[in-house]
């Protein structure tokens, strides 16, 4: 159980001035980068007063308070990582905000990465100081200082932990209800255990704790106990303030079933919480505003055919064309992103109308810029993948997808797992699950192709400085007009040549750059909400 504040490294961590300032989302917006996850958009809230509340009891408000600081020695930046594609940070602020009880959800965190995905997933910040930060800083210090900092008055504190990523909304509620109601002064989340406890004496002794040892009564026999899960503890908030400890006057359990019990505190536990969440958390929707897919084990079944000269064939689903055709004629961006260099692929993306990127090392680079490019929210972009070469888009993008025969790394990590395998219509259902506006745009035009070869006719010979200029002309001519779809220089070096762009990353192909082609981009409406 996780007694002190939640995780990240120490080292990693990044101050902020004494006074603690809580910021709403669309106040720190343009200065912070996101980290990936599923976002909506944060309240308005005013710059709050320094002012300690009294918690009176005429507040008749609560408020949910996440203590996530950037120090972590088992698992480095816990708070950010993924489960079923969702940050764990993010999965705590998803089940405060679905409690109706909770007024304002505010993540208490020391760590600039930690700060700006409370902002995505639409909390609220509280800076911490470093004198309440370190590893022994209690939670409670976390959430005093917190309410210390609010410009109002909260009748109830909600205190939730990120590691436990399976944590209801309902319980919540029950447990706000149960307090406010004057049943109880503190309610906490724990699940019934049936466990004989032992310990070891001085002399490595085996003794019994909470029970006979030449006693053992059948289950139905023993007395009730509960094991506390740590997910989230409902307090009076006077009650805090008083005694600054979560425990104090009449205290009531809201029991939870064991499947919500689960705690994270080592690599194993993240391992295990995420493949029960594989199984366990399909999406009927995928609510995206672009899609991007690796090709091969994805378009194709990861097979090839290969003659006695050596050249390679593919065979692709015509289902996912048809899926494809569809995003694309109502406007939703598409991109092929392939570590492979092979012209099949640039043939497929060329048939299909959509962006493509090959010969791909650095596969998070490249998204990165091609997001950019098309003005998107990265929690708003989904990427198919099927190999670990994959994990590094999936950690850019919101919606992580897996199809179904992908490496056991990628189904853990993947938000959605597809019922088809790659090459067996994988792409088509991925396709079908992804929402698009009622008014679909006109016929999509013919892909412009970006030619990246030089006069003589070979890739190689192209400098970075040509293919950067000589996409940056085309796409003026192609899309006039057109600010979303404009790239800065250093943004077309990205997408059209990574070696330059990125000199810490060798090609896998000697001398060869990877080929970028970027279709013309009509006018749509770019969507950011998270329904």
Partial sequence: MNDQSTTDEPNATEQTPDACTTVAADQAAESTTPTSAPTTSAPTTTAPTTNAPTGGPDAHRTVAIIPARGGSKGIPLKNLQKVAGISLLARAINAAQASPSIDR???????????????????????????????????ESALIHTLSTLDEDFDITVFMQCTSPFIDSASIENAVRTVRADDADVVFSAV???????????????????????????????????????????????????HEHRFFGRIGIEEVPPEHAREIDDMSDLSLVRAIASTQETAQVIDVDALVTDFDGVHTDDGAYVDQDGNEQVRVHRGDGMGISRLVKSGVPVMILSKERNPVVTRRAEKLGVDVAQGIDNKA????????????DPARVAYVGNDINDLEAFDVVGWPIAVADAHPRVLAAARVILDRPGGRGAVREACDLIPIPAEAAEPFPNPTLTSLRSPTG????????????????????????????????????????????????????????PQFTHRAEISRTNRKQVS
């Fill in 365 to 376: 680079s490249i998204l990165d810029a091609w997001i950019t490019a098309n003005d998107l």
């Fill in 458 to 513: 070979h890739p190689s010979t192209l400098t970075a400085d040509h293919r950067s200029g000589h996409l940056a002309e085309h796409q003026s001519a192609a899309m006039p007009g057109e600010r979303s779809a404009a790239m800065s220089g250093e943004q077309s070096a990205a997408l059209s040549g990574h070696a330059s762009a990125f000199p810490d990353q060798q090609s896998s192909v000697p001398r060869q750059q």
């Fill in 192 to 242: 019934e255990d049936h466990s004989f406890l032992w310990r070891l004496d001085d002399d490595t002794q085996a003794v019994a704790v909470g029970h006979e040892a030449s006693f053992r009564p059948r289950r139905q026999d023993r007395a009730q106990h509960f094991n506390e899960t740590g997910a989230f503890y409902v307090m009076r908030t006077s009650g805090l303030l008083e």
């Fill in 105 to 139: 959800v505010i993540v208490s965190t020391d760590h600039d990465g930690i700060a700006a995905e409370a902002l995505r997933a639409g909390a609220e910040v509280a800076h911490r100081p470093a004198e309440i930060a370190g590893d022994t800083a209690t939670s």
